[in-house]
Nanobody
């Protein structure tokens, strides 16, 4: 059974930090594109960060570059999203997604890359 389970969301003041975790219970963890997306009420889903778990190449949305860091722990099959210098506009539901084995991250912001999605974890940043 394939599962992606997010955790680590919560409420924080502007300028604070949170670390999200995505437990990826799927075979071939080390050969997938895994990404974090977010969606705020009334807005389109936005690609936040992606990682190619094989090559460990990382990708970031323009709005989070320099503030967020995506990383992986192969021993635990976990992908993390470290979020620093949080802003109120970062408030959203954050989702983890994983692509098919050997699918590259070259188009990581496209939802069509991903076949598995988590249920999401809420991040709220107050000013």
């Amino acid at each position: 059974q394939v599962q992606l389970v997010e955790s680590g969301g919560g409420s924080v003041q502007a300028g604070g930090s949170l670390r999200l975790s995505c437990q990826v219970s799927v075979y071939g963890f080390g050969s997938r594109c895994v990404a974090w997306f977010r969606q705020a009420p009334g807005k389109e889903r936005e690609g936040v960060a992606g990682i190619s778990t094989g090559a460990r190449d990382t990708y970031y949305g323009d709005s989070v570059k320099g503030r967020f860091t995506i990383s992986q722990d192969n021993a635990k099959n976990v992908v993390y999203l470290q979020m620093n210098s949080l802003k109120p506009e970062d408030t959203a539901m954050y989702y983890c997604a994983a692509g098919s084995p050997w699918r590259t991250c070259s188009t990581w912001t496209s939802s069509s890359v991903y076949v598995y999605w988590g249920q999401g974890t809420q991040v709220t940043v107050s000013s």
